[in-house]
């Protein structure tokens, strides 16, 4: 069975930064596509971040030039790096992995940033 665990979330003022991590771990896992998403109340969750297997990415506009993903293949591990922060980039951020060989998505249960003053 597949897991997903993030860590990094937490509280920060604007203009700071954080790292956010994502772990997957199940016996011969192999991470496809990985992702970040954020949600908001009221609102669905919102792609943030992507990251394919060959490395190349996609960003949301809003956070083009401040927010970095990146990912460790041998370690199924995906990362975050939010920098700048701004009010509006609070919300819950929930990591998606997608199965290289099976094609099934699977979440995080999700890790509250919150950027205020």
């Known amino acids: 069975q597949v897991q997903l665990v993030e860590s990094g979330g937490g509280l920060v003022q604007p203009g700071g930064s954080l790292r956010l991590s994502c772990a997957a771990s199940?016996?011969?896992?192999?991470?496809?596509?990985m992702a970040w998403y954020r949600q908001t109340p009221g609102n669905e969750r919102d792609l943030v971040a992507i990251?394919?297997?060959?490395?190349?990415?996609n960003y949301v506009d809003s956070v083009k030039g401040r927010f970095t993903i990146s990912r460790d293949n041998a370690k199924n591990v995906a990362y975050l790096q939010m920098s700048s922060l701004k009010p509006e980039d609070t919300g819950v951020y929930y990591c998606n992995i997608r199965g290289l060989w099976n094609g099934v998505d699977y979440w995080g249960k999700g890790t509250r940033v919150t950027v205020d003053s």
């Open positions: 990251i394919y297997r060959n490395g190349n990415t």
């Open positions: 199940g016996s011969g896992f192999e991470a496809g596509a």
